[in-house]
């Protein structure tokens, strides 16, 4: 299936969506460790490394980030996102 012009244009500002490190995600959300795990599809204890200090701390891939960036986006617009659900379904 071929993307129409709307579809295009949104995929680019997906991709344009600025990465978000877990301590960003964090200081914005009231979210603990293992609803951001859920988030990024992985362990809690890889959550865990990410917020730890020395040795065992772990820097987030680029996908983690990424998908924090998602969620970030789909909570910033969730009103919006809410309101045009609701519609679909009438």
């Given at each position: ?9 949104l ?25 951001i795990?859920?988030?990024c ?50």
């Open positions: 299936m071929r993307l129409n012009q709307t579809q295009t244009k995929l680019e500002q997906f991709l344009a969506l600025p990465l978000l490190t877990p301590e960003e995600f964090i200081a914005r959300w009231t979210l603990n460790y293992r609803q795990s859920q988030i599809c992985c362990s809690l204890s890889t959550v865990e490394h990410w917020f730890s200090e020395g040795t065992a701390r772990r820097p987030p891939s680029e996908s983690y980030q990424r998908l924090l960036a998602i969620a970030d986006f789909l909570l910033v617009h969730s009103v919006e996102i809410d309101y045009i659900w609701r519609l679909l379904q009438e």
